[in-house]
């Protein structure tokens, strides 16, 4: 009977390989930020890397980017927003990029303060435009909910939030949050890594957005964030938040991915249901990765909507 507990020790060290795995992965280390462009703030929570794009006198943009794509991913669009006369602020999300790995939950709360935080540390008192891409797009909804007076509109890109999986295995994994988390920890690293193997694969993914995709699932607490915000903000249903926005009157952009694999085609026609008022458009044969596959597209649809008046 000796194999059963030999069978034992080899499940037990199957539900722990996912934290060795973490533990051997590189930790952020000051070499690896040396010479990243920006700064860095040592906010609230953890220390935040951030920059700006753009004229300092021009009208504030800032950019939410998304789980799995850090804010090198929306440099491509501040650019062509620059040019417009934006001043862009961009920054990594924790966990993300080169900012610090900060653990517990990621839920609204968490988000929410990060940006409070920076806004305070770079002095932006005046209303701005927020843009939020990807799962950016939840944290951007959700604070322009909480925080009207500051956001003079609200720009989502390729933006989740509005839908939810509907297949048979995520129902079953939904009503069963146990199973589901050790599911999530042993699947996740490797989807993830086959998600962005098959969209880097795109001859118009910026290389610089390729490298830094890339680095940021060797370093540890990448995996754990991402996991934290499947439990928490990415869980919510934002619906309420946009029949808030049509009743308060916030100029609301979508801008959609016509040939998204990520975001299914009916969002378009639940947002406008649900939210009258907002503007659509969509980037023909773009993908998931639109805002840097296609910045320039992005940046005239946004400049167009806002010379014409969001509303």
Known sequence: ?????????????????????????????????????????????????????????????????????????????????????????????????LSDHVTGPQDRAFFHQQLQDLLAHEGVVEDFTLIGYSAGGCIATSFAAENLPRVRQLILIASVGLHSPTSPVASFMEHRPGLRDLFLRWTYPMAARRYLRSHLTDSDTPPDVTRAQVAQTRRRGFFPSNLAAMRGILRDDFGPEHRLFHLQGLPVLAIWGGADRIIPGHVIGRLAEINRSAKQDVVEGAGHGVVYTHPQEVARIISDNIRHGLH
């Open 1 to 97: 009977m000796i194999w059963l507990p030999v069978i034992g020790l080899l499940l037990l060290s199957l539900l722990f390989l996912p934290s060795v795995q973490e533990t051997l992965r590189s930790p952020m280390t000051e070499s690896m930020r040396r010479f990243a462009r920006g700064s860095f703030a040592e906010l609230s929570e953890g220390m935040t890397h951030f920059y700006w794009i753009g004229p300092e006198r021009g009208p504030v943009a800032v950019c939410v980017h998304g789980i799995t794509t850090p804010s090198e991913g929306l440099v491509p669009l501040a650019e062509e927003l620059a040019k417009t006369g934006y001043r862009v602020l961009l920054y990594d999300l924790y966990g993300r990029g």
